[in-house]
């Protein structure tokens, strides 16, 4: 199968960087989708990586090294409403032709 | 505006009773799924559909059945069959001709006692 692994709860405080930390099995992977996801609400999508390397996208940044199987999700400058639970997801293309979703990292920012 | 829209945002029905879940898009995408979310688990596929007419069971089909009569609609109903329906369930959509992005819709919730 095709395991995703995130922490399931991260807490930072206000103002301050936080490291959302995401591996996958390697075989059949294409890219790695980052979404956030408020209480009760639908996921929205943050970032996807395809090759390796940092993509930053405002107070966001996304890592991917395919060949370690590793992704994370950088937040800085961190605001109250950045508290949500963050979810990781791999596409495997080909046969499988499936987005496989890890189980979701909460993070709650505290004053 | 394009988007997806799930309605209602809150479903309760009784043990034994099929529930239809609707699921509308404007975005002219092709592909379509529905996922479910329970308390401290992933996202899980249960139906997608790449095409009108078309449609392959995901990881957890058992109990649910879809249709996917128009491009627009892709309707999911929870049959007494289903032995935990309580769920947030999830309808996504992706243009298949522009990347892997899927778009959720704002989901329903649906509880059965």
Redesign the interface.
């Known amino acids: 199968g095709q395991n995703?692994d995130q922490p399931?709860e991260m807490t930072a405080t206000e103002g301050a960087i936080v490291q959302i930390n995401c591996t996958y099995q390697t075989s059949g992977f294409?890219?790695l989708?980052w979404y956030q996801q408020h209480a009760?609400?639908?996921?929205?999508?943050l970032s996807?990586n395809v090759l390796d390397g940092l993509e930053e996208k405002g107070r966001f940044s996304s890592f991917l090294s395919r060949s370690k199987g590793y992704s994370y999700l950088l937040l800085k400058e961190l605001q109250m409403k950045d508290s949500a639970s963050y979810?990781c997801?791999a596409?495997y293309g080909g046969a499988t032709n499936?987005?496989?979703?890890?189980?979701?990292t909460l993070l709650a920012v505290q004053p | 505006d394009g988007g997806i829209t799930q309605s209602p945002k809150y479903l309760f029905r009784k043990e034994g009773q099929n529930v239809t879940l609707s699921c509308e898009q404007n975005l002219n995408h092709d592909a379509m799924y529905w996922y479910r979310q329970d308390p401290g688990q992933g996202l899980r596929l249960i139906y997608y559909s790449q095409i009108v007419n078309d449609f392959q069971k995901g990881d957890i089909a058992e109990g649910y059945s879809v249709s996917r009569e128009k491009k627009e609609s892709f309707p999911l109903t929870v049959t007494s069959a289903q032995k935990n329906p309580t769920a947030f369930y999830l309808c996504a959509s992706r243009d298949r001709a522009w990347g892997y992005e899927q778009y959720f819709g704002p989901g329903t919730r649906l509880t059965v006692t």
Do not use: D, H, V
């Not at chain 1, 009760?40 to 999508?45: H, S, V, Y």
């Open positions: 995703i399931t294409n890219g989708f009760g609400e639908a996921p929205t999508f996807y979810l997801a596409y499936k987005l496989i979703f890890g189980t979701g």
